[in-house]
């Protein structure tokens, strides 16, 4: 087991600024989409201690190039063994099953078997986990957690997101989208999270997400995707977790014939400096509901 520990809660940062820092490290080794099985949080329905399948990836960081590594062709302390890395990590999942609560925990446990592979104790500068729960969205491709620690500054970001959700609405400005619903896909991810244990908040998340694209029907994307941020805003972020940001990205796959989708991807905060944030947070602080921000004359009956 290593001993690395922890940061706290202080050192906890946005992926933009975890971006920043992971920047200053050239080498990498990694290992995407290990797959393992689970017990940690719930299960697609809400359920506890079901077992699921995860995809577990991890990227290390290291604080120096694996220079003598590659000089000599071999696999020496100056880089990380991928086939070690991954054992440890299969290894101590394999220990923990039925004693992590949830997927921030498994995260945690990630990282640690991580570090424990830096056998020289320094080389390891930063450890990047995703973990994808494949079957932990209703609509979706997918539930996941991206963990983000550096070793030196203590820095620290976590990242929830739903991938691929698939929600039918009513949406487009030409008359033949009027007549009927067609799929619009979303990606979601909730940064800068404060994370509490004992709770995956993927259901709650999804719930919000379905509800306000399903009872939609904008003729934009991009009124579309502002009205999805302001209802995570209300109903997710500001009671689970103030101080996240969202970013929120749309598909309209059947839009257009020749191209895999159009998109649309936009980034909210609660920052008082922007509009959309000052508007959250004195509507927030006036405690009220929900507003209707825009009515066009089929929406009304």
Known sequence: MSSFRRISASHLVDQREWEREVQLYSDKVSVHNLQVTTDAGPDVWGRF????PALVSVCLSLNRSFESAAERDVVDQSTVHYGKLSKNILS??????????????????????????DVSGGIIGACEVDILYPKGSMLGEGAG????????????????????VQIPTLVGVHSNERTMKQPVIANVWVDNLSYKEKEDRFLKLERILVKTIEQSSFETLESLATEVAEQLMRQFVLPETPGSNVRIRLEKPLAVPFADAPAIEI??????????????IVEANAGKGMQLRLVKPYMAN
């Not at 201690?49 to 699921?52: D, F, I, S, V």
């Open 145 to 164: 957690l991206r963990s983000s620690t550096a070793r030196k500054s203590g820095k620290h970001a976590t990242m929830l997101y739903l991938k691929n």
């Open 267 to 280: 980034f909210r905060s609660l920052d008082p400096d922007d509009p959309f944030g000052r508007k959250m």
């Open 49 to 52: 201690g079901k077992p699921q």
């Open 92 to 117: 101590d999942i394999k220990k923990r099953a039925g004693g992590l609560e949830g997927i921030h925990a498994l995260a945690i446990a990630v990282e640690s078997a991580a570090f424990s592979t």
